[in-house]
């Protein structure tokens, strides 16, 4: 019972992207929708993504310090390690995983709570596609995701930077020529390769819950929470199978 009630879901889901790119609202209508979307999913993000993003390329910076226990071993470690971990892991997976609590929660609770107020049930009266009223927007904003990651990118290096030359553990040289070290493009372009998905998911499987959720405002709550453990998992399951076909 439980494996068909998954595969119902997954189904369900699969049909929630063919009706959202049906019967598209008016771009006059369409356009301000996606606009509010940018500014709520996008520009509200840039605060705490920049906020840990800082910090946590700091505490990757010391901790590379503090295990170079081995005067053979090059200070300039701390650059690679840092711009390493931040570009393949930290800046694409980490800030997903935490947009999926932020983002996916604002989206199932905006979206559910029409739910509840039959909200929906009034666009559809209307002769609104609700799906694509309600999802196409964010998803195009969504598109921007990258840009916040690569926000992300740059100041978690930054942090790292900050926290190896202003906390002692090595100097401005040191850190900027292991920033350089062995340095493959193709590592960007992966990280931004899966930043999109991760968009995506971050976009649909909250949407997809919300949308869907069935009782009162109480649901509301725990279809975010859903939610968010959904996109988590699906985030960590995306990472691994990508990272498999396009670094190993």
Known sequence: MMLLRYLSQIGKYFLMWKEIFSKQT???????????E????IIGSLGIVAFISFFVGGVVAIQTALNLNNPLIPKNLIGYATRESVILEFAPTFISVIMAGKMGSFITSSIGSMRVTEQIDALEV???NSLNYLVFPKLIAILLYPFVIGISMFLGVFGGYVAAVYGGFGDSTDFIDGLQINFEPFHVTYAFIKTFIFGILLASIPAFHGYYMKGGALEVGKASTVAFVWTSVMIILVNYIL???LLA
Do not use: A, E, R
């Open 26 to 36: 008016k771009w006059s209508v369409m356009k301000g929708l996606i606009f509010k």
């Open 38 to 41: 940018i500014d709520d999913l």
């Open 126 to 128: 209307m002769g609104v």
């Open 243 to 245: 990272t498999q076909l």
